[in-house]
């Protein structure tokens, strides 16, 4: 893009201060600016209006989940479904290890992060090891794992798995991606500059993966090595099981086109995104949208009906999932604290929120398709997320729950 066609995007858009220091870039940032503001959709930050306003939603109905009870009784039967999809080799995994992980405040990429005590276990390492039960399980299938990063950990997160060896993984069944980004902006819609010459960005979303997959030219690889079902898990989870053959074969006998593991509420109102029937489709109910009567209703048994919340861990179809892409998923506004240059130029890290990010969310995503089978996986044993440093979801939480599965650290 030359400036004449930036400056008329910018002005569009009301961002001319974009331009602010062009005259003092060098020839090659002033390469990069342009090539940026080409990228860069300013249309998404219209939506900082939204901020703290919820989407309209529809109809809730309970949704049942297939409970560890029914999984322990028909455990042969999914196991050897799940196995012969995973032998075929009709089962990929993707790493979502786009995040910025803000709220660990550790400037490397979270799977970097070193759990251990005693000796080295990065989370990435955990990560490896538990597929690598997968893989035992299959009769040492080894499948394909994407990993998706973003533009501002990708560098970092390859050269660390490189240098470790991908902790055993064989180097040609990986495949990175990277998400693409969204600009950051202040609560006018401004988007925020993080140097003279580069637009503050951050990654869209953990729902980015498919778009962004889809957009690295990765469906050649689908479609090539036969792959019809996408397990995609969080990097934080440090006990994630990964397209374990139990989830696999409940999902395809379930005849859904996307599985998600979920725990059952540990309180009516656990902090925890519901799966649950929004106007008959799939969808997802955050823990401030459920209603009293929503929590005091109860399933044929007794038992509360919205109770079972999801951990990041899908299993989706992949041909279902391609059938949505053209869809536009909702934008979620979200407040954020942004780096950015000040009028002087210095470049300021804020300690409170200072503006907005747009994301898209995977529950939009599950929302868009026609069947989902929550399957119930036992808290204790497969989620132990690390969010902050200390106390809930924090680096002590996940440690105490490694230690209680005979994880050495
Ligand atoms: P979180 O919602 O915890 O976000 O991500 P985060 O960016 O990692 O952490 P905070 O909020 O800044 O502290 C849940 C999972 O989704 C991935 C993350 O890497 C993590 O595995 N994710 C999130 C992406 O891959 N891309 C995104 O844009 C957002």
Redesign the pocket.
């Known amino acids: 893009m030359n400036l004449e066609d930036a400056k008329k995007k910018l002005e569009q858009y009301g961002q001319m201060h974009v331009l602010k220091y062009y005259d003092e870039l060098t020839d090659s940032e002033k390469k990069e600016l342009l090539a940026q503001i080409e990228d860069t959709d300013f249309a998404v930050t219209e939506n900082c209006k939204n901020l703290g306003k919820g989407g309209e939603r529809g109809k809730f109905a309970p949704l049942a989940a297939m409970q560890v009870d029914e999984i322990d009784r028909r455990r042969d039967e999914l196991f050897s479904i799940g196995k012969k999809a995973l032998k075929e080799g009709r089962v990929a995994a993707c790493l979502?290890?786009?995040?910025?992980?803000?709220?660990?405040g550790s400037d490397d990429p979270?799977g970097m992060y070193n759990i251990g005590l005693t000796k080295p276990v990065y989370i990435f390492q955990r990560l490896i090891e538990n597929l690598m039960d997968t893989v035992k399980s299959a009769d040492n299938t080894y499948i394909r794992l994407f990993i998706?990063t973003?533009e501002k950990n990708n560098d970092a997160t390859i050269a660390f798995l490189k240098e470790k060896n991908f902790f055993g993984y064989p180097g040609d069944k990986v495949t990175f991606f990277k998400?693409d980004m969204a600009p950051a902006s202040d609560y006018e819609g401004r988007v925020y500059m993080e140097s003279k010459s580069r637009i503050s960005t951050s990654?869209?979303?953990?729902a980015?993966?498919y778009a962004s997959m889809l957009r690295a030219g990765l469906r050649d690889i689908i479609l090539k090595e036969g792959i019809e079902w996408i397990d995609i898990f969080?990097?934080?989870n440090v006990l994630q099981r990964i397209a374990d053959p139990c989830f696999v074969g409940a999902t395809l006998s379930a005849g859904v086109s996307c599985g998600a593991k979920v725990v059952r509420k540990n309180a009516p109102d656990e902090k925890v995104g519901v799966m649950c029937l929004e106007d008959g489709k799939p969808s997802i109910v955050e823990y401030y949208e459920l209603s009293q009567q929503m929590m005091d209703a109860r399933d044929e048994n007794g038992d509360p009906a919205y109770n079972y919340g999801v951990i990041?861990n899908y299993l989706f179809n992949e041909k279902a999932l391609f059938e949505i892409s053209q869809k536009t998923l909702p934008l979620h506004v979200v407040e954020k604290k942004i780096p950015y240059i000040d009028e002087n130029a210095n470049l300021i890290k804020p300690d409170k929120p200072n503006g907005c990010k747009f994301?898209q969310l995977v529950l939009d995503m599950i929302h868009e398709l026609p069947s989902c089978l929550p399957y119930e996986v036992v808290r204790e044993h497969e989620f132990a997320p690390i969010?902050n440093r200390e106390g809930v979801d924090s680096v002590e939480s996940a440690r105490d729950l490694c230690r209680l599965n005979g994880i050495e650290l």
Do not use: C, F, I
């Open positions: 979502l290890a786009g995040g910025m992980g803000t709220r660990l979270k998706m973003s998400q990654p869209n979303g953990n980015g993966w969080a990097v934080d990041l994301e969010k």
